[in-house]
């Protein structure tokens, strides 16, 4: 039998960095932090639905507690002047006083834009629950969504999955779209995995898995490594 693994786990260590970053001093601090990193988590990815929020990234120093949010809408969360990061901020507090810690750290938030929206699973795998949600046909929204996605240009291979009642359908079921490349078993691949679930007001819930594949990464380089073989074994010989 095979065992399915998170892309985003299978990678810790290799390709990918830990989304909560921080260290402790002994196992009641290991269970108040992991505590309220979960907490944090689940509640901004509430509250901010709707925004396009790619990752949610903390860290944490001797007293301070820095959150990192990717979104394509920044301009939609800072608000004028400032304010919906001001009164997202006081939530924030809020939410950690309720939680009554041993230590109460100074808050730090920060906005970070994402610049191509495309290129992110958890964006697009949310554009494809804001259309099922809109009561658009799916096979359109995933051919919609697969076409604009794979026209990026770090995009290698895209696949994205339904299940559920889909289309009205009294049996629950499973479609899926795939174009380009998506190989999940090579861990240098640079791939990108999110779920998402869309609340239909006759067929209930339907999940969306969503995975973009955007080239290959080599230990010591920082960027990707984009190109076909067969362009790599031409640059070979022109090299000689």
């Known amino acids: 039998m095979t065992h399915v693994a998170h892309p985003y ?44 929020v790619a990752d949610i990234e903390i860290e944490r120093g001797a007293s301070m507690l820095r959150i990192i949010v990717k979104t394509a809408r920044p301009g939609m969360l800072i608000g004028r002047s400032g304010e919906g990061v001001q009164k997202l901020h006081k939530e924030i507090a809020k939410k950690l006083n309720a939680l009554k810690l041993t230590e109460m750290p100074e808050v730090k ?11 992110s699973a958890q ?43 889909i289309g009205g359908a009294e049996m629950s079921r499973r479609e899926e779209i795939k174009k380009g490349r998506v190989p999940l078993q090579t861990l240098r691949a640079d791939i990108d995995f999110a779920k998402a679930e869309a609340y239909l007001a006759y067929t209930g819930l339907v999940g969306v898995k969503v995975w973009i594949y955007k080239g290959e990464i080599f230990e010591g380089d920082d960027q990707k490594v984009n190109q076909p073989k067969e362009q790599n074994r031409n640059n070979r010989r022109n090299s000689r």
């Open 9 to 52: 786990a299978q990678r810790l260590g290799i390709i990918r960095d830990w989304k909560s970053r921080w260290f402790v001093r002994d196992r009641a601090q290991f269970k108040e932090f992991l505590k309220t990193d979960t907490m944090l988590r689940s509640w901004l990815k509430k509250r901010l639905k709707g925004m396009y």
């Open 123 to 165: 964006i697009v795998a949310e554009m494809v629950v804001e259309s099922l949600e809109k009561r658009m046909p799916f096979r359109r929204v995933l051919k919609q969504t697969i076409d604009k996605v794979i026209a990026n240009r770090e995009v290698k291979g895209v696949r994205i999955a339904l299940a559920g009642r």
């Open 109 to 119: 938030l920060d906005i970070e834009e994402v610049r191509n929206p495309e290129a």
